[in-house]
């Protein structure tokens, strides 16, 4: 009985022992997606980024936002609650919209140059994976560790580009691209060590004046086809840098899911 009770009341501590930390929630659950034990984890790694990058992350959750546009929601919510820590508050912030079905990233200080655009990509597709399957944890646990990855290359000077994002993709094709290089050579080199010529003319196995054509016609082959390919506009999510109505500059993106 009491290893049941100690079970039960296990995310319950652990969330009281890692709020402290801050001075305020960092998990505004509104919309209540959240069970004690999945709010419990998701401040731990919440806690790891502040303390190891001094780096703010909040989640918000609610049912409904009213006639504000998710941009200006997220931007003010984190303007007027004062997150982000250090002198340019830097952190970012998910905002989740249940009844609208709409995301959003705000990022601030120099979370809004770690996000580029790869990174950016990187976390929408990662967090709406979760979301389209209402798996709210794991978009949630996506956002965070996605993260954590950014901060951590961040700190070692680098960033999350098309380069580091297709890093496997770039290595396999130099590969592939060597390779193709090296059997161009070697066919070179097998080629100048054959010394026999082959004919490409009949003349000189044709008796003369044996072969004579009486009828000559012009057959039509085939044809070739150009195709352009039309350019479509797409729809945009919003993503860029922008000064909210606070006059703090945010950056982020979002759409729905």
Avoid: C
Avoid at 175 to 199: D, E, S
Avoid at 236 to 244: F, L, N, R
Wanted: aromatic content about 12%; glycine content about 8%; proline content about 2%.
């Amino acid at each position: 009985m009491k290893i049941k009770i100690f079970k039960l009341s296990l995310p319950v501590l652990i969330l009281f022992a890692v709020a402290p930390v801050f001075s305020q929630e960092r998990i505004i659950d509104k919309a209540g997606l959240l069970t004690a034990q999945e709010k419990a984890n998701l401040m731990t790694l919440i806690t790891s980024a502040a303390a190891n990058y001094n780096f703010d992350l909040v989640i918000v959750t609610e049912k409904n936002i009213g006639s504000s546009a998710p941009r200006e929601y997220a931007d003010n919510f984190f303007d007027k609650n004062r997150y982000g820590l250090g002198q340019n508050r830097d952190g970012a912030l998910f905002l989740l919209v249940t009844d609208s079905r709409d995301y959003w990233f705000s990022t601030s200080g120099r979370g809004v140059n770690i996000l580029t655009s790869a990174a950016s990509n990187r976390l929408e597709s990662g967090v709406l994976k979760n979301l389209r399957e209402n798996d709210f944890n794991g978009a949630f646990q996506s956002f965070l560790l996605d993260w954590e990855n950014f901060l951590a290359l961040n700190a070692n000077g680098r960033s999350y580009n098309l380069f580091y994002q297709y890093n496997i993709l770039l290595v396999s094709i130099a590969w592939i691209i060597a390779f193709a290089i090296g059997l161009i050579v070697v066919q070179i080199w097998k080629m100048g060590m054959n010394t026999a010529l082959p004919q490409t003319q009949a003349a000189a196995y044709v008796v003369p004046g044996s072969l004579a054509f009486k009828e000559k016609r012009d057959s039509f082959l085939y044809s070739t086809v150009s195709k352009v390919k039309r350019e479509t506009q797409t729809s945009s999510s919003g993503k860029g840098v922008h000064v909210g109505s606070s006059g703090s500059r945010h950056g982020g993106g979002g759409g729905k899911y």
